[in-house]
Nanobody, 117 residues
Framework: QVQLVESGGGLVQPGGSLRLSCAAS????????MGWFRRAPGKQRELVAT???????NYADSVKGRFTISRDNAKNTVSLQMNSLKSEDTAVYYC???????????WGQGTQVTVSS
């Protein structure tokens, strides 16, 4: 019912920056919380950042102060500005969203972020 498409991933050197974006589309929906998760090789998927419809944010300790999540409710988009990237940030990043009054997770296809010199 909700399709999420991420973009903006790529290869960046340590200390560099990337901006990920996610656009939602589909049938009639109203998005509640949105967020970004990531999965590194050999590790479980972990929460990176979330943002409520009103703009309240939450960040993993590992990215706090370096990443910034934002959203545009009118455009049904969510972005993740990633600064001061480290090699340990290398992972596939997934956009996540929930519809209001429905506790079902919707996921994007993922976008690869590789931090390497």
């Amino acid at each position: 019912q909700v399709q999420l498409v991420e973009s903006g991933g790529g290869l960046v050197q340590p200390g560099g920056s990337l901006r990920l974006s996610c656009a939602a589309s589909g049938s009639n929906f109203r998005l509640a919380n949105m967020g970004w998760f990531r999965r590194a090789p050999g590790k479980q998927r972990e929460l990176v950042a979330t943002i409520t419809r009103s703009g309240t944010t939450n960040y993993a300790d590992s990215v706090k102060g370096r990443f910034t999540i934002s959203r545009d409710n009118a455009k049904n988009t969510v972005s993740l500005q990633m600064n001061s990237l480290k090699s340990e940030d290398t992972a596939v990043y997934y956009c996540n969203a929930r519809r209001t009054y429905e506790n079902v997770d919707y996921w994007g296809q993922g976008t690869q972020v590789t931090v390497s010199s």
